[in-house]
């Protein structure tokens, strides 16, 4: 009698935690990094990947884990691996709209950097570099130009 009362309440707590609501699953509010802040994270990230591209930096950190060094990414913004992959999981998961406008944000950083960038390096080519056209800025046509256009058959 005692293994079919088990057998029935080993059943019944299985049919009792399947039937469950899945909500269950979602990370709560601490474990959820805010929006703004993980457009920050992601752009670190980004920058993080395009400095291990280049060989000094590699060199550099070769002995290191790849890993480790986003990891520190994350630490510098004050939240945990645990906290990213979380809060990846739900965007993932439950807000994928969101999380493209989010990447759209990131993306708007990494291009307003690149931005900024090109025009310092700009801006100091050409105050510096010498200018080797001797000829006019800029040219233009009268207002009454004909077209003459070559005329042949064949």
Partial sequence: MSTRILITVVALVLALTSCSNQSGNK???KMLIPDDKLVAILTDTYLTTGM???YQMRETWAQRDSIVNYTDVIISHGYTLEQLNATMRYYFTDKPKQLARIYDRVTGNLLEM???IMMQQGSSE???AENL???K???SFPEDFNRDPVWFDM
Avoid: K, V
């Fill in 133 to 135: 056209w001797n000829g």
């Fill in 52 to 54: 291990m591209d280049l």
């Fill in 126 to 128: 050409t105050s510096t």
């Fill in 137 to 139: 800025a800029s040219y």
């Fill in 27 to 29: 990370p709560g509010r």
């Fill in 114 to 116: 690149e931005t900024m």
